[in-house]
């Protein structure tokens, strides 16, 4: 959507957040670059509470776009279980809602919308602040202002443009009518379904997207009687979807994606004064509390291709050789000397752990069988890294993945010598069952129904 938030996760990254630290953080010349920073998750009594941040260093009560992918993070990080949750910022509780197995589409409850002067605020008597006249900058526009839990002026034009924006979003922003500064919407309404707009963001400047001034100019467009409750909000940086509820709640769904994952380097960190630091809690396992305090990044996954066919070969081989098991490269492993047509090219996948040096630490792959029936194969991982909650990590990420390929079932063969592979299966709720036949190296078959 061309609008990037960094999260820094607390119990990974002890930071202290001063509006100097924010700022040089958010500088893209200078820090690591951002429109702002999602700070949690902390908690706050049920719910997991997230602090958003401007880059000029000052603190925003919501953000549509941050929530959606503080959201994303939540989730993939298994924070949340569930596909609906509840996010505390200090505008408000956000329900969240997760609508597809990638946590790639996101639907916000943005709450209750507010035309009242005294709750954006509005300096003035206390009234609607509807249809009213602005004089700054030696021109009058008509203004609608409100708050979805953060403050809005939106403005309808026939004609917006990002030079308008730029021109007449910080004049509106630091007006003395609104105490608080407020984020400011050029408005365009195309049809009864459809708007576009131009966002000029308080503490932030020119934005390509933003999901809340969406719902703001969805909502004030609602107001005016331009538009119908379901609309299109049509912005430089993509398109999001807003619903005005009967009840008067206002609906945000839109997209959302990972760019990237990392730590600081040394120079900023010292800049910032930064401790990475061990989560405070086992929901997420990508690496030793130790390598988190060393600042060493977690071992990521990745895609594999052919040019991994001889590394994950090295390391399936040397996982059998320690526990006394033969390659059979002519039945059994013969997959992985072509990974690409024996996974990816049936419909399947494969997918590689790798340190931060490069080497390929752990594997697996998801070998389709009959409909709905997936295979797990090659899960592996080096005896070096064992013990740090990386089995655990692979075996979470091959479940969510067969998921995502529409598999209901999947099943495997092992060893009954790997004694710690299978206490890992049948916690994760695999049962033995006895299959038609049996690899020449397998003793055991195991099946897990996909919920």
Same mark, same amino acid.
């Given at each position: ?31 690591? !670059? ?69 946590? =790639? ?55 917006? =443009? ?46 390509? =997207? ?51 994952? !990392? ?44 040019? *991994? ?21 002519? =039945? ?32 697996? !792959? ?29 075996? *979470? ?55």
């Amino acid at each position: 959507m061309g609008n990037d938030y960094l999260v820094i996760d607390p119990e990974i990254h002890d930071v202290n957040l001063t509006p100097d630290a924010i700022r040089l953080i958010c500088d893209r010349h200078f820090g690591v !670059g951002a429109d702002g920073i999602l700070y949690g998750p902390l908690k706050e009594g049920k719910n997991l509470r997230v602090k958003i941040f401007n880059p000029d260093g000052s603190e925003a009560e919501k953000s549509g776009n941050g929530l959606r992918i503080f959201a994303r993070y939540l989730y993939e990080e298994r924070y949340v279980s569930r596909k609906h949750f509840s996010i505390a910022t200090s505008g408000g509780i956000v329900e969240a809602q997760i609508q597809d197995d990638m946590a =790639s589409l996101i639907r916000l409850n943005m709450g209750k919308i507010s035309f009242l002067s005294t709750e954006i605020p509005v300096k003035g008597l206390k009234r609607e602040v509807v249809d009213e006249e602005l004089q700054t900058g030696g021109a009058k526009h008509r203004i609608t202002c409100l708050s979805v839990g953060n403050p809005h002026c939106v403005i309808p034009m026939d004609v917006i =443009s990002e030079q308008k924006a730029r021109e007449l979003g910080p004049l509106v922003e630091n007006h003395e009518l609104f105490p608080n500064r407020i984020n400011v919407q050029l408005l365009k309404v195309i049809n009864r379904e459809t708007i576009e707009i131009r966002i000029w963001e308080r503490g932030a400047g020119y934005t390509l =997207s933003s999901g809340s001034s969406a719902c703001a100019a969805t909502a004030a467009a609602h107001k005016l009687g331009l538009v119908d409750d379901r609309v299109t909000v049509k912005m430089p940086g993509g398109n999001l979807f807003v619903e005005i509820g009967k009840d008067k709640q206002t609906y945000l769904t839109g997209p959302v994606e990972r760019a990237f994952e !990392g730590c600081f380097g040394p120079h900023l960190e010292e800049k910032l004064s930064v401790r990475q630091s061990p989560r405070l809690s086992d929901l997420s396992d990508l690496s030793d509390p130790s390598d988190r305090r060393g600042r060493q990044p977690a071992p990521r996954l990745r895609l594999a291709s052919n040019a *991994d066919c001889e590394p994950i070969a090295k390391l399936v081989f040397g996982v059998l050789n320690e526990y006394g098991l033969k390659p059979a490269l002519a =039945s059994t492993d013969a997959d992985i000397e072509d990974i690409e047509s024996s996974y990816f090219g049936r419909g399947g996948t494969f997918l590689v752990l790798e340190a931060e040096d490069g080497s390929i630490i752990g594997a697996y !792959g998801l070998y389709p069988l009959e409909e709905h029936t997936c295979e797990l194969r090659k899960m592996y991982l080096h005896k070096a890294y064992r013990g740090k909650g990386l089995g655990k990590r692979l075996l *979470d990420d091959a479940l969510a993945k067969a998921r995502q390929l529409g598999f209901r079932k999947m099943v495997l063969e092992t060893a009954s010598v790997l004694k710690e592979a299978i206490a890992l299966y049948e916690s994760y709720g695999f049962v033995e069952y006895t299959p038609d036949h049996l690899s020449s190296r397998c003793d055991q078959a195991y099946v897990c129904e996909l919920k």
